[in-house]
């Protein structure tokens, strides 16, 4: 009897040992499951993201890639304690920064990593603006360029979105101490154009007239408050079209800025205009656009008008520009809402004797 009584006791101990184990199994794989459809909310969060790329920074500088990817693993410190490390890709972009900068912009193929996150697994490449040389004056370009993009999200959601970071980059032949800076991701084009319904259009044929014409208004409006001349809608320098897919679409085109480092709220040291663009340097402003009315261009920059205390605010508030320089970037745009506050005529004679007949 009393070994049957404990051979009793043995299985049930035995079954609650297993059920309590497949519960603990179901558990984690539940937690696994849930935590790949967590999203990181890359671009709806301001909060600075820090993380770490190593790479052969030899042979990143050496060939600056534009082509082949270089083998790299970054790692997003989530917290102190935690982070994600994957192994992905890496090659440089765009033309004159690969020129003049130490580091080039970088695009980084995360195509494979997985990181767990649904944002983040659905993305292919993430370009990322780094600073341009290692000093003070440039840590102050990239945190001004960056303010740019979020001046212009303050005017439209259909605008590129961007995130500040910290970045580590660690050589991994070992030969070069370890080199930390300030840098911004851009929003992938897919995310921007998932997000607003629309497809991006590649042709370098378009003109300003194929761009929905409150949107031309809006976006040469404040290239030229913010003093940038390097963009174009024809062969699409600087400028990326999207065409919303809805029924009652124009046809037309809405037309998004990017890269601001040629710009007079920047004003970087190698940013110096060629002869043919009219101007001495970047702080001067220019004003290119196709021409409309008087009475546009006083509703066009009446919209300007009303966002003046948000875009002040955008500046004012962030915490990682020194006084100084958010000084410098108030003042340039002083010099933009002092022509509206005064004599709103004269910024309007200014406009339509600039403008273009394209």
């Known amino acids: 009897m009393k070994k049957k009584f404990f051979f009793q006791v043995f299985m049930v101990t035995l079954l609650i040992s297993l059920l309590t184990g497949q519960n603990n199994y179901s ?42 990817y270089l083998k790299a693993n970054m790692t997003i410190h989530l917290s102190k304690t935690d982070s994600i490390s994957r192994d992905i890709g890496l090659r440089t972009y765009g033309t004159s920064r690969n020129k003049y900068c130490q580091f080039a912009p970088i695009e980084l193929n995360i195509e494979k990593a997985q990181f767990g996150y649904s944002d983040l697994n659905k993305m292919f490449r993430l370009k990322l603006v780094p600073e341009c040389t290692s000093s003070t004056e440039n840590k102050n370009y990239i945190l001004k360029e960056y303010l740019a993009y979020k001046l212009f999200n303050v005017l439209t959601d259909t605008s590129l979105r961007v995130r500040l970071v910290t970045v580590n980059f660690i050589d991994t032949e070992k030969k070069r101490d370890p080199i930390h800076k300030y840098g911004f991701f851009i929003e992938p084009v897919e995310m921007l154009t ?52 809805v029924i009652e679409s124009t046809g037309l085109g809405i037309a998004i800025p990017y890269n601001f480092d040629w710009t007079g709220l920047v004003n970087a040291s190698y940013a110096i205009p060629s002869k043919d663009v009219g101007i001495k ?22 919209r ?28 340039y745009l002083d010099g933009f809402f002092n022509q509206l506050a005064g004599n709103k005529d004269m910024l309007i004679n200014t406009l339509i004797n600039s403008c273009k007949n394209f």
């Not at 301001?46 to 082509?67: A, E, G, M």
């Not at 497809?199 to 370098?204: D, G, L, P, T």
């Open 27 to 68: 558990l984690a794989q539940t937690i696994i499951s849930d935590s790949s459809k967590k999203s990181f909310s890359l671009f709806e969060e301001d909060k600075v993201i820090d993380i770490t790329l190593r790479f052969d920074l030899t042979s990143y500088f050496r060939t600056k890639p534009t082509i082949d």
């Open 194 to 245: 998932a997000r607003t319904s629309s497809v991006q259009i590649e042709s370098a044929n378009l003109k300003q007239k194929d761009i929905v014409p409150d949107v031309m208004d809006r976006l040469a409006i404040f290239n030229y408050m913010i003093g940038n001349y390097d963009w174009s809608v024809p062969g699409l320098h600087n400028i990326l079209v999207i065409k919303p897919l």
């Open 281 to 302: 340097n970047v702080r001067e402003r220019i004003f290119e656009e196709i021409c409309r009315s008087k009475e546009v261009y006083m509703k066009d920059l009446e």
């Open 304 to 331: 300007f008008s009303s966002k003046k205390d948000e875009f002040y605010r955008v500046v004012n508030e962030f915490p990682y520009l020194d006084q100084k320089e958010k000084k410098n970037v108030i003042d």
